[in-house]
């Protein structure tokens, strides 16, 4: 508070030496400044990722020792617990076979690089949380994975990018077969090296700027190119003994003209294996106990070598025709690449390209595991789950196995038949070992065609048929995103149609903000620096000023209209970046042309720094903020004035006059709309009540 000044006092001077200093001692950091503070910032990440691995390393044997037995003694209180997980985990590894066969086929590798992969995948992830996939994936995931109870391996997801390396046409069309399969698993270790960077720099956080409408259309992406990828299945070729050998030139289509009798056996196939998936669930009591893909698998290849062959004697293609397999354990080998630039290039992008893709998918199952089991989602088990695809994959690249991420079906699988612990997820790898080793001769003898038939039943379920409500009831942007990325990933891949998503939803959200700037305008008069100045115009600005909302502001502001004095009440607004800086800074260089000033007030703390750093004079910005400013008040008293000081600092202008308040304002011009509005609402039944009543 302040005696109340003499009205008769002329205005001040723009340069009134009464103006504190509260951010006069404010000094930028040197130019290059930024340069050590990124090294202290990434040194002290790797120190403590450092001292965090050389204390596990310290406290494993202890650690282990405690974990042996702790888990003994819980399994040994709890056998039904032990009981269910064992069996979760060898049921979601017989589910895993086919589905890793076929997208080992769909990544255009060996079935066994595939399985491999998965019981990799598996194990690693079970123990420490992990997904489903394929061998060594699931192997590897099973142990240093976040959340116990997902399943890693073979996905789709990165199927669909690999085979863009591995196909005669793709990316590597100048290298031979067994080359491009050398890049292939380089490009998996590469991808285990970045997604371990992604943990260790806490990256994924930035998954929350995946709209909903980025991941409804890359599932659709996703599910139509596993669609395109079990095309091939109605295909032939006779130019080598293994269809894979063929280029895509040399394949041909089945056709009702050349081939009727075993297009319609193929299409049998896929009809019947179709039908099981759907059905077989529902069959009571034996439908919860034995997959629907496992009967699917064994039903088909019954009917292929009894009733096809035997019967009909004509057969559909098989996997021993396209790419046998043997029982073989995994094995170490360095894989060995061309060292030329082109190579090399392509195997960073799409090492970049796959680490992005299973990090995404990976940190979603997480999402979609805790929200069934009601579980407190933590940015840690995100970090420790791309931690440990990121492990899974670069053991597998050196194993000559197929990479992979998180399967949201398997995993959500495995956690409804009651896992909730690692033993699941560990022993799905370890039974996929199992199965690769004792049954490569029966997984010769499946048909593609039924195979064909799995996936597209996950076809189906992956797709989002919401999208056809969106479409049609939802908002124009929102149906825009869907379309863009679904279009994006089918044409180029998932990783650059997930980007897509995110900078269009980003320029629609800044967009509408930039409409959301708004200014309340009075003219009245004020004390500045405790002396009265007629003719201010007081604007308070509420929302967000970005890049997107400076024009708007700017065109709030008529200078050649405006009194010579104009305060910029910032209470409840927010500078966000420098063209928000870049505005204020013009507004106020236009009105010093036009012989007129600005007051800055009520900046909030977190936007002083960016004004400070950014703003191209300092010190006429340190005088705009510096103004003590008081609203003049009169009503109610003869010849007396009260005043209430409002500094530039960040104390809040309050109105004292009553019609000033802001619950007590109505629009003038709608005030008949408002009366209207009362009128309407106005149903009660009123009715006289009694004199004797009312005593």
Request: charged share 15%; proline share 4%; glycine share 8%.
């Amino acid at each position: 508070k302040k005696e109340t000044p003499d009205p008769t006092t002329p205005g001040p001077s723009f340069e009134d030496p009464s103006i504190h200093e509260d951010y006069k001692n404010f000094e930028r950091d040197p130019f290059f400044a930024f340069i050590p503070q990124l090294g202290r910032w990434g040194g002290g990440i790797f120190c403590n990722e450092l001292t965090l691995v050389g204390n596990g390393i310290a406290s494993a044997p202890s650690f282990t020792t405690k974990f042996l037995q702790g888990t003994y003694t819980f399994y040994k209180a709890n056998p039904n617990v032990l009981f269910r997980e064992i069996l979760s985990g060898f049921t979601v590894a017989i589910m895993q076979v086919p589905e890793s066969i076929a997208f080992s086929f769909v990544a255009g590798v060996p079935p066994l690089s595939g399985l491999q992969a998965t019981w990799w995948m598996a194990f690693i992830t079970g123990i420490f949380g992990g997904k489903p996939g394929m061998i060594l994936e699931a192997f590897i995931t099973g142990i240093f994975g976040g959340k116990p109870g997902m399943i890693s391996g073979a996905a789709g997801a990165l199927a669909v990018v690999v085979t863009r390396l591995t196909a005669s046409d793709g990316e590597l069309k100048y290298l031979s077969v067994e080359e491009r399969l050398n890049v292939l698993y380089m490009t998996m270790f590469v991808c285990g090296i970045f997604q371990i960077g992604f943990a260790m720099f806490r990256l994924a956080k930035l998954v929350r700027l995946i709209p909903e409408t980025g991941m409804i259309g890359f599932m659709n992406g996703l599910a139509i190119i596993i669609f395109m990828a079990q095309l091939p299945a109605f295909q032939y070729c006779t130019a080598e003994p293994l269809f894979v050998d063929c280029t895509v030139e040399e394949r041909q289509w089945l056709t009702f003209a050349g081939q009727p009798l075993e297009l319609s056996l193929v299409l049998v196939h896929v009809v019947i294996c179709m039908a099981i998936m759907k059905f077989w669930p529902k069959m009571p009591k034996i439908g919860k106990w034995i997959p629907a893909s496992l009967v699917a698998l064994l039903v088909g290849t019954l009917i292929e070598w009894t009733l096809f062959r035997q019967a009909i004697g004509q057969g559909t293609r098989v996997v021993e025709q396209t790419a046998p397999i043997a029982g073989d354990p995994p094995k170490f080998d360095w894989p060995s690449i061309p060292n030329d630039s082109k190579t090399i290039g392509t195997m960073l992008s799409f090492a970049i390209q796959l680490a992005a893709i299973g990090a995404v998918e990976s940190v979603l199952t997480l999402q979609a595991c805790n929200e069934i089991t009601d579980t407190v989602p933590k940015i840690s088990d995100s970090n420790q789950e791309c931690f440990a695809q990121g492990l899974a994959n670069l053991v597998c690249g050196l194993f000559r196995a197929m990479g992979g991420d998180a399967m949201i079906g398997q995993s959500t699988i495995n956690i409804m038949n009651g896992a909730r612990h690692r033993v699941s997820s560990t022993m799905s790898g370890v039974f996929m070992l199992l199965f690769t080793l004792i049954l490569s001769p029966f997984i010769n003898l499946l048909p593609i065609a039924t195979l064909t038939g799995v996936l597209f039943i996950v076809v189906l379920s992956t797709f989002q048929w919401k999208t056809f409500i969106i479409l049609r009831y939802g908002r124009l942007s929102d149906s825009a995103a869907i379309v863009l990325v679904t279009v994006v990933a089918v044409f180029t891949n998932l990783a650059i149609a997930i980007a897509a998503g995110i900078i269009l939803s980003a320029l629609v959200h800044a967009w509408d903000s930039g409409a959301h700037v708004e200014t309340d305008v009075i003219t009245k008069d004020m004390i500045v620096n405790g002396k009265r100045v007629n003719d201010v115009k007081y604007v308070h600005v509420r929302g967000s000023i970005f890049f997107s909302s400076t024009r708007k502001f700017v065109n709030m502001f008529t200078i050649a209209d405006d009194p010579t004095t104009v305060i910029l009440d910032f209470k409840d607004a927010l500078i966000i970046d420098h063209s928000a800086v870049a505005a204020i800074q013009g507004l106020s260089h236009r009105y010093a042309l036009a012989g007129k000033r600005i007051i800055i007030l009520n900046i909030q703390q977190k936007c002083i720094g960016r004004m400070q750093r950014t703003h191209g004079d300092k010190d006429k910005l340190h005088t705009q903020m510096s103004h003590q400013v008081a609203d003049l008040e009169s009503q109610g008293r003869e010849g007396e004035e009260r005043e209430e000081l409002v500094s530039g600092s960040g104390t809040a202008f309050e109105p004292k006059d009553l019609q000033n308040l802001k619950m007590l304002e109505v629009d003038v011009d709608g005030l008949d709309v408002e009366l209207s509005k009362l009128a309407a609402t106005n149903s009660a039944d009123v009715q006289e009540v009694d004199s004797q009543h009312r005593a």
